[in-house]
């Protein structure tokens, strides 16, 4: 059967899922129509994106296989994203950028110019590419429409679909993201006039994919493979990608690579033996590792009803010409799997003591000291993540990105054993101020922040002393990689309606975790009469 053919196969039957719903099906078992689907979606927009970075098609091409890869990888970053064609976008921008960096590189040591297609329209070409730029410094929720609505030509009805927000959120966040990017390409002597964004990405966003591109993905070419690895060391940082890289560098597809993600520390194949005319010795047995990739879904009670989308009213509201259609809702059920966004999960130790502190030897060595991460969170129609689960020790910046003034109004969850730090603060974030926290020392519960101005807007931040946490995509879906093997409780948390099971449920569920390299927990149903208050 012809490659395009059996590719139009694979997708068929998943036009209807949602991006999101695809990625928690190829995470759970590597499977091939979701992928398939998901590169026929965004192929071209990514395409456009290396197209635009690097001018020469063929290394454009091996960009998009760098790119596809990386999803191949890391398809829980992808979902922890508020979509995957911005998540994607962002890894393009990074994976054209290196592709154009290491062949520079390459022909200044060949000491030859490699020959590359002409650029009819050089000027133009020149502002495609500091669109691009300044398109992917604006905060993710201006970037998002546009990437939706111009990049990847979505109507503005199907990109509110796609982002799950209302129609007028939508419009009013995309002519926001048009006037900051318009603001910031005039400070570097291009303008945005009119028609001129949709225009400007015209000639690489709408060409034809080459049709060998949409099977290629699943076979990377050696330079694809090397793009991706320096794209996963650009995005999880040295420590944590070292082994990723190395299988990068030895794998073979994109698709079924494996049947779970390897932990960290995943120990080296064998060596092949050589054909020496000697009897081969006898395999030895795999020792299973210890680090456990943990999923599953948290999903809203069958028996309930889903909340009614709740919005702001215009006429009650200060700035009403900003906040006007904006969401207020704090639960968000995806209507397909009736999976929970924004509820937080964690692993805690198996004990009745709800102080207990995660055992810092069981944490995998390479997560032991954390990566002190800075998390952002951007002031737009409400705090974006409104929900965040951070370890100790790492920053959030809020950052206001909007016409309107914000206050940030931070009180910091207790904390853990009597620790006297405290990480509240009250500030007012005028037009494009940004606040930094001090590193956030652990809690026993979360931390709440409001904007008192706004007083509809608030959210959630939850500090644990170690890794093992996760906050829920759209679709309710979860993933905690690298856990240890053994016995443990789960604890379920979301803002609205508390703790999964109750007052109880702050001490968590007993699960078992075997050392077989995933752990699949299926649905598990937020109940708890939390909902009715």
């Not at 899922?17 to 979606?41: K, P, T």
């Not at 502190?357 to 998390?375: I, T």
């Not at 077989?516 to 208050?533: C, E, N, Y």
Request: proline fraction near 7%; glycine fraction near 8%.
């Amino acid at each position: 059967m012809p490659r395009l053919t059996l590719f139009a196969k694979l997708t068929a039957g998943a036009a209807a899922e949602s991006d999101h719903a695809l990625l928690a099906r190829f995470a759970a078992d590597r499977d091939e129509a979701a992928f398939a689907a998901l590169v026929g979606r965004h192929a071209r927009m990514v395409y456009g994106v290396c197209r635009r970075a690097v001018r020469d098609a063929q290394l454009a091409e091996d960009a998009v296989q760098a790119v596809f890869l990386v999803l191949s990888r890391s398809p829980e970053r992808a979902a922890s994203a508020a979509s995957v064609g911005g998540w994607l976008f962002g890894i393009a921008r990074r994976v054209g950028l290196t592709a154009r960096r290491h062949e520079e590189r390459r022909k200044r040591l060949a000491g030859v110019e490699r020959p590359t297609e002409a650029a009819p329209a050089a000027d133009f070409d020149d502002l495609s590419r500091v669109l691009d730029e300044e398109l992917a410094q604006l905060p993710e929720p201006y970037r998002e429409p546009l990437v939706a609505c111009f990049l990847e030509e979505r109507t503005q009805d199907e990109a509110a679909r796609h982002l799950g927000w209302s129609l007028s959120t939508l419009r009013r966040r995309l002519e926001h993201g048009k006037e900051l990017l318009r603001v910031r390409l005039t400070r570097r002597g291009a303008t945005l006039a009119g028609g001129l964004l949709a225009g400007a990405v015209a000639p690489s966003a709408r060409a034809a994919v080459p049709a060998r591109l949409l099977t290629s993905v699943t076979e990377p070419s050696a330079r694809a493979k090397s793009l991706a690895a320096a794209a996963v060391r650009a995005t999880l940082g040295a420590k944590l990608a070292v082994a990723t890289v190395a299988l990068l560098a030895v794998a073979g597809v994109g698709i079924g690579l494996t049947n779970s993600e390897p932990p960290v520390d995943a120990p080296a194949q064998a060596p092949h033996a050589r054909h020496t005319g000697e009897a081969a010795p006898a395999p030895r047995a795999v020792e299973r590792s210890p680090w456990v990739t943990v999923t599953g879904r948290v999903v809203f009670p069958q028996e309930r009803d889903v909340p009614s989308p709740q919005f702001v009213a215009a006429e009650d509201v200060k700035d009403r010409e900003f906040f006007a259609g904006a969401s207020t809702g704090d639960v968000r059920v995806d209507p397909a799997t009736r999976g929970l966004a924004n509820a937080v999960v964690w692993l805690r130790p198996d004990s009745d003591d709800p102080k207990a502190a995660f055992p810092r030897d069981r944490v995998h060595p390479a997560l032991v000291d954390g990566p002190g991460e800075h998390r952002v969170v951007a002031s737009a129609d409400g705090f974006l993540p409104r929900v965040l689960a951070v370890r100790a020790g790492d920053r959030v910046t809020f950052g206001n990105f909007t016409p309107v003034p914000f206050n940030v109004n931070y009180h910091a969850g207790a904390p853990l054993d009597g620790d006297p730090t405290d990480a509240s603060f009250n500030v007012l974030l005028p037009t494009g101020a940004t606040h930094t926290t001090r590193p956030l020392p652990t809690a026993r519960w979360c931390g709440s922040v409001r904007d008192n101005i706004h007083p509809w807007v608030h959210g959630s931040v939850w500090v644990f002393d170690h890794p093992y946490s996760a906050v829920t995509a759209a679709d309710g879906s979860f993933r905690i990689p690298n856990a240890p093997a053994g016995a443990w409780r789960l604890v379920v948390w979301h803002e609205r309606a508390g703790y999964r099971t109750g007052a109880a449920g702050r001490l968590g569920e007993r699960v078992v975790i075997a050392a077989d390299g995933t752990l699949d927990l299926g649905s598990l149903v937020h109940a708890t009469r939390g909902w009715d208050d």
